[in-house]
C-alpha cells in the first residue's frame, strides 16, 4: 500500500533540489487531486484531525496535507505541486500577517490564492480563541503540563500579557508541544466551535473530488 507520508517525504527532497519523478509516481499511485499546504507539522496534525473527526477520508478524496516547513516555501511548494508541477488544485492556510506574500507568491505560480483561507495570528491562536483560555488551561492540566505553565507564567515577560497570548507563547516554547497540543486542541473542539478559516478550509477540501 502506497503510504501518504511517503509522497511527503519526496516532494520535501524535490523542495530541496532532489529529483521530482518520486513524487509524481507516488501523486499517480495515490490518485491526487488536491494538496493542501500549510505551515508547518502542528498545522498538518490538526486540520488531518479536524478532518476525520468531521467524517472526511482526505486520501479518499485525492488529498495530500503537506507541511511546508515555514510560510516563506510556499512559493517553491506551488511550483512543484500547482499547475508547472503536478498540477494539482491547490488550497490550504495562512496567517494574516503573511497574506500579501502568499498572494504574490501564488500570483507567480499561476495559482490562485481564492483556495488559501486566513486565520488572525496562527492556527493555535484560532484554537485558543475557539476553545477559550479556561478551557485550554484544563487541557494543559490534563496533559499534566501545569506547573510548566504556571513556571511560565512567572516570568517577568509574561506579566501583563493577555491570557490568549500567554498560551500561545507557551504553546510554542518547547519542541514538540505546538504539535501535541494542536492536535489535542483540534480533537476538542465540538463542531460549532471549528474556527471559519478551517470550516472553510475543509468545505473547499473536501469537496474537491465532486469539483475537480
Same mark, same amino acid.
Given at each position: 500500500?502506497?503510504?501518504?507520508?511517503?509522497?511527503?517525504?519526496?516532494? !520535501?527532497?524535490?523542495?530541496?533540489?532532489?529529483?521530482?519523478?518520486?513524487?509524481?509516481?507516488? &501523486?499517480?499511485?495515490? *490518485?491526487?487531486?488536491t494538496?493542501v499546504?500549510?505551515?508547518?507539522?502542528? !498545522?498538518?496534525?490538526?486540520v488531518?484531525?479536524?478532518?476525520?473527526?468531521?467524517?472526511?477520508?482526505?486520501?479518499?478524496?485525492?488529498? &495530500?496535507?503537506?507541511?511546508?516547513?515555514?510560510?516563506?516555501?510556499v512559493?517553491?511548494?506551488?511550483?512543484? #505541486?500547482?499547475?508547472?508541477?503536478?498540477?494539482?488544485?491547490?488550497? *490550504?492556510?495562512?496567517?494574516?500577517?503573511?497574506?500579501?506574500?502568499?498572494?504574490?507568491?501564488?500570483?507567480?505560480a499561476?495559482?490562485?490564492?481564492?483556495g488559501f483561507?486566513?486565520?488572525?495570528?496562527?492556527?493555535?491562536?484560532?484554537f485558543?480563541?475557539?476553545? *477559550?483560555?479556561?478551557?485550554?488551561?484544563?487541557?494543559?492540566g490534563?496533559e499534566?503540563?501545569?506547573?510548566?505553565? +504556571?513556571?511560565?507564567?512567572? +516570568?517577568p515577560?509574561?506579566?501583563?500579557?493577555?491570557?490568549?497570548? +500567554?498560551?500561545?507563547?507557551?504553546? *510554542?516554547?518547547k519542541?514538540?508541544?505546538k504539535?501535541?497540543?494542536?492536535l #489535542?486542541l &483540534?480533537?476538542s473542539?465540538?463542531?460549532? +466551535?471549528?474556527?471559519?478559516?478551517?470550516?472553510e478550509?475543509?468545505?473547499?477540501?473536501?469537496?474537491?473530488?465532486?469539483t475537480?
Amino acid at each position: 500500500m502506497v503510504d501518504m507520508w511517503a509522497f511527503r517525504d519526496a516532494v !520535501d527532497r524535490w523542495a530541496a533540489g532532489g529529483p521530482g519523478e518520486p513524487a509524481r509516481d507516488l &501523486a499517480a499511485r495515490l *490518485g491526487l487531486r488536491t494538496a493542501v499546504l500549510l505551515e508547518g507539522p502542528s !498545522d498538518l496534525a490538526a486540520v488531518e484531525a479536524l478532518a476525520a473527526l468531521h467524517g472526511g477520508d482526505l486520501a479518499a478524496e485525492g488529498v &495530500a496535507v503537506v507541511s511546508m516547513g515555514g510560510a516563506m516555501s510556499v512559493g517553491r511548494y506551488a511550483d512543484l #505541486l500547482g499547475p508547472s508541477g503536478l498540477g494539482l488544485r491547490l488550497t *490550504g492556510l495562512c496567517d494574516e500577517r503573511e497574506q500579501r506574500y502568499y498572494d504574490r507568491a501564488l500570483r507567480r505560480a499561476g495559482v490562485s490564492s481564492g483556495g488559501f483561507f486566513v486565520c488572525v495570528a496562527d492556527l493555535e491562536d484560532e484554537f485558543i480563541r475557539a476553545l *477559550g483560555t479556561a478551557r485550554v488551561e484544563e487541557i494543559i492540566g490534563a496533559e499534566g503540563d501545569l506547573r510548566a505553565w +504556571q513556571t511560565f507564567l512567572n +516570568q517577568p515577560a509574561q506579566h501583563g500579557r493577555p491570557r490568549h497570548r +500567554q498560551l500561545r507563547r507557551f504553546l *510554542g516554547t518547547k519542541k514538540g508541544r505546538k504539535i501535541r497540543y494542536g492536535l #489535542l486542541l &483540534a480533537e476538542s473542539l465540538a463542531p460549532e +466551535q471549528v474556527p471559519a478559516p478551517l470550516v472553510e478550509l475543509l468545505d473547499h477540501t473536501l469537496s474537491s473530488r465532486r469539483t475537480a
